[in-house]
């Protein structure tokens, strides 16, 4: 299947890391122009851009964090400017917060992570729904998590803002339907990236990990951006309002393999 995305307007939130990076690759690589959005590194982020540009692709870096209204409207004018208005964003910047029961946690911490992981996509999809609306074309894909289904112990916050991110999907699919605008989230499950490098730089844990994966192996950043891609092409023209996991089968409760 040939996935063509020539003359398309993407954003990619959190662009400059892990699966951000390989989703803006994969985009460009279907011909889509990207922006490439960052909140630190801005090195990095550069360095994205020029190799897509050196790929002959059409690329910026544009600064925002995604949890500041005003940053964002910023940041959606600046790449109607550059590469024009957006026709697919992707909401991919995220934090996990780091462990914390929530009796011991602290709010301010809980609070920012909502704010980054939850109203970043809605006020990111906001200012992309503003201009796709009207022109009755656009997708919106989200990255969530299996956590927006399976709970995590420490991570209330997290698991709850991909869990809000999850229905903030199915709502936003249903008002944009009208529209001809798709909304879809994709929920990645343990992914070679800088978030978890803790868990598979060390031995022990990438084993006990492996033991929630059917598939048997960790993924990596190729399996979610493929996945994106698709979603974001036509070919994918009457997916919305869903999730798609792509999680080497992590949500299909492998501790009940062995019947018991
Ligand atoms: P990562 O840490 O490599 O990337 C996260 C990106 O988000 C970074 O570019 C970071 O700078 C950016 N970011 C953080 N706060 C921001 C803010 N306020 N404004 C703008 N950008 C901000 O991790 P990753 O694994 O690539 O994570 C990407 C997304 O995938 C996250 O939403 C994460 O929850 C989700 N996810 C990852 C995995 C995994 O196994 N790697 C699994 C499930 C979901």
Redesign the pocket.
Same mark, same amino acid.
């Given at each position: 299947m040939q996935i063509d995305l020539s003359g398309k307007v993407a954003l990619v939130? +959190?662009?400059?890391?892990?699966?951000?990076e390989g989703i803006a690759r994969g985009l460009a690589a279907s011909g889509a122009k990207v922006a490439v &959005?960052?909140?630190?590194h801005p090195e990095t982020a550069e360095a994205l851009v020029g190799s897509l540009k050196a790929k002959g692709g059409q690329a910026v870096a544009v600064l925002?964090?995604?949890?500041d209204p005003a940053a964002v409207a910023a940041m959606f004018g600046q790449v109607d400017q550059q590469l024009g208005p957006v026709d697919i964003l992707v909401n991919?910047? +995220?934090?996990?917060g780091g462990r914390q029961l929530a009796w011991e946690s602290d709010i301010g911490s809980w609070q920012r992570v909502i704010s980054? &992981?939850l109203v970043?996509p809605y006020l990111c999809a906001r200012e992309a729904l503003q201009r796709m609306v009207g022109r009755k074309s656009g997708v919106i894909v989200n990255?969530?998590?299996?956590h927006e289904r399976i709970a995590w112990s420490g991570y209330s916050a997290y698991t709850a803002s991909k869990a809000g991110v999850s229905m903030l999907t199915q709502t936003l699919a249903q008002e944009a339907a009208p529209y001809g605008v798709r909304v879809v989230a994709v929920a990645?499950?343990?992914?070679r990236?800088?978030?978890?490098q803790n868990v598979w730089s060390d031995p022990a844990g990438l084993k006990d990990l492996l033991t929630k994966i059917p598939l048997g192996r960790i993924g990596e950043v190729e399996d979610i951006a493929q996945m994106v891609v698709f979603l974001a092409s036509d070919q994918a023209s009457y997916v919305t309002a869903t999730t798609v996991y792509v999680d080497g089968g992590m949500t299909d409760y492998p501790d009940f393999s062995h019947g018991g």
């Open positions: 939130t +959190g662009g400059n890391s892990g699966l951000g &959005n960052y909140v630190t925002a964090d995604v949890s991919n910047a +995220g934090i996990d980054i &992981n970043g990255i969530t998590s299996v990645p499950g343990a992914i990236t800088p978030i978890n």
